[in-house]
């Protein structure tokens, strides 16, 4: 006895289609019931309205009707919309501009479907409208996925699933044009019963999907946060001495002098006091944009602790430093921090230079450029001072 796998109910795959966004409805309300993210309830709001566009099929079937079949399908035309537009908020690419042209898009797709099928030109033409308008619809937002730099080999596979959808909708767009296969969702003959399955693998993938990259973003933040500074976005002091040790490791194989630059904000408490926090932290934030565009691709910068910062210059010898150093003093002696009252301010600098070997560490290096900068303090303040390893100091 031959069994055809295809030779499926259509009432069976819908009332599936509908336990699923159902159930996967459940299971995102619960995983983020002690969390507030728009992405998460444009999730959800998607669920809603395809969980409503399903049953809305359903009631076709047993109820033929115009109106029922525009319904339903305009209806899934936005809950399609809303989960997609949903994974863009969740990576942070739904700007205002994107937001504008794709309730645009959306708005243009509805209109074309319903001018094509109140048409009545006939069954074909409308199911290669709400084909194509699927397809169209989906196709910005698995573009923008795809072309994103930033993009996690988890989010391409994601976007792969909802572009095989694509795909799929297109050739039942020609389909429907150019075939004598029946193409109406109340039939159950190969080409529709893949449609279902597709729809539900595309459901099961895009839920689990949304649930696992909303998992990776949060993971990647407790990263950041651990390793980052949080007013100035540099590495902070543990995160700065670890990828510094990593950077002494190289110089040591590599057989290359290494520096180490103590940058400290002159006046910093008295600044505090005149101008106020907010001033303080203004300044910390425009002091530390300034050193990143001024500083190598390779150098490590971090924030030793409130208003001493460390810069780990691998591969410079003395000359080099000093030169570095005096042209980050200039650069923020030449700049205007951008608060509501604009304010000048200086840092001085004690740099050191060693030659690595075995025992050189960040700590040493750190000890050196702290006499430095004391030194330097002592001098008058803004101004570079260098420190020799073996103990004597020099402008």
């Known amino acids: 006895m031959c069994v055809d796998l295809f030779d499926l109910n259509t009432g069976t795959m819908l009332i599936v289609l509908i336990l699923g966004q159902l159930t996967t409805g459940i299971l995102v309300v619960s995983y983020s019931a002690r969390r507030k993210s728009t992405a998460v309830n444009v999730f959800l709001l998607s669920k809603l309205f395809q969980l409503a566009a399903w049953i809305m099929v359903v009631l076709r079937v047993v109820t033929p009707s115009m109106i029922l079949k525009i319904a339903a399908n305009g209806t899934?035309?936005?809950?399609?919309?809303?989960?997609?537009?949903?994974?863009?908020?969740?990576?942070?690419?739904?700007?205002?501009?994107?937001?504008?042209?794709?309730?645009?898009?959306?708005?243009?797709?509805?209109?074309?479907?319903?001018?094509?099928?109140?048409?009545?030109?006939?069954?074909?033409?409308?199911?290669?409208?709400?084909?194509?308008?699927?397809?169209v619809l989906m196709a910005f937002p698995v573009y923008v996925l795809f072309t994103d730099g930033k993009s996690s080999l988890l989010q391409r596979v994601v976007a792969a699933f909802y572009g095989v959808t694509i795909l799929f909708l297109l050739c039942r767009t020609y389909g429907a044009l150019s075939s004598d296969i029946t193409m109406d969702l109340s039939s159950s003959d190969f080409f529709n019963t893949g449609l279902f399955l597709l729809l539900y693998l595309v459901m099961l993938g895009g839920s689990v999907g949304f649930?696992?990259?909303?998992?990776?973003?949060?993971?990647?933040?407790?990263?950041?946060?651990?390793?980052?500074?949080?007013?100035?976005?540099?590495?902070?002091?543990?995160?700065?001495?670890?990828?510094?040790?990593?950077?002494?490791?190289?110089?040591?194989?590599?057989?290359?002098?290494?520096?180490?630059?103590?940058?400290?904000?002159?006046?910093?408490?008295?600044?505090?006091?005149?101008?106020g926090h907010y001033a303080g932290d203004a300044i910390l934030i425009h002091?530390?944009?300034?050193?990143?565009?001024?500083?190598?691709?390779?150098?490590?910068?971090?924030?030793?602790?409130?208003?001493?910062?460390?810069?780990?210059?691998?591969?410079?010898?003395?000359?080099?430093?000093?030169?570095?150093?005096?042209?980050?003093?200039?650069?923020?002696?030449?700049?205007?921090?951008?608060?509501?009252?604009?304010?000048?301010?200086?840092?001085?600098?004690?740099?050191?230079?060693?030659?690595?070997?075995?025992?050189?560490?960040?700590?040493?290096?750190?000890?050196?450029?702290?006499?430095?900068?004391?030194?330097?303090?002592?001098?008058?303040?803004?101004?570079?001072?260098?420190?020799?390893a073996h103990g004597a100091s020099e402008e």
């Open 76 to 135: 899934l035309f936005i809950g399609v919309a809303l989960e997609l537009t949903a994974l863009l908020i969740l990576k942070n690419s739904y700007t205002k501009i994107r937001k504008k042209a794709y309730i645009g898009l959306l708005i243009v797709c509805a209109l074309v479907f319903i001018a094509v099928a109140a048409s009545y030109t006939g069954e074909s033409a409308r199911i290669a409208a709400a084909s194509l308008v699927g397809a």
């Open 211 to 275: 649930i696992l990259m909303d998992k990776e973003k949060t993971d990647h933040e407790i990263l950041r946060a651990a390793s980052l500074d949080g007013l100035t976005n540099i590495y902070n002091r543990r995160n700065f001495v670890m990828r510094s040790g990593e950077a002494i490791a190289l110089c040591i194989r590599k057989r290359e002098e290494i520096s180490c630059l103590l940058i400290d904000i002159d006046d910093f408490k008295q600044i505090n006091d005149e101008h």
């Open 287 to 388: 002091f530390a944009d300034i050193l990143k565009k001024s500083l190598r691709s390779y150098d490590v910068f971090g924030r030793y602790g409130g208003d001493e910062f460390s810069v780990l210059l691998p591969e410079t010898d003395r000359e080099e430093s000093i030169r570095i150093a005096e042209r980050l003093r200039k650069a923020i002696e030449d700049s205007w921090a951008g608060t509501d009252s604009e304010i000048k301010y200086t840092v001085s600098i004690g740099a050191a230079t060693i030659a690595s070997d075995r025992e050189t560490n960040i700590e040493t290096l750190y000890k050196l450029s702290d006499d430095a900068l004391y030194a330097a303090k002592m001098k008058g303040k803004n101004r570079v001072f260098h420190a020799h």
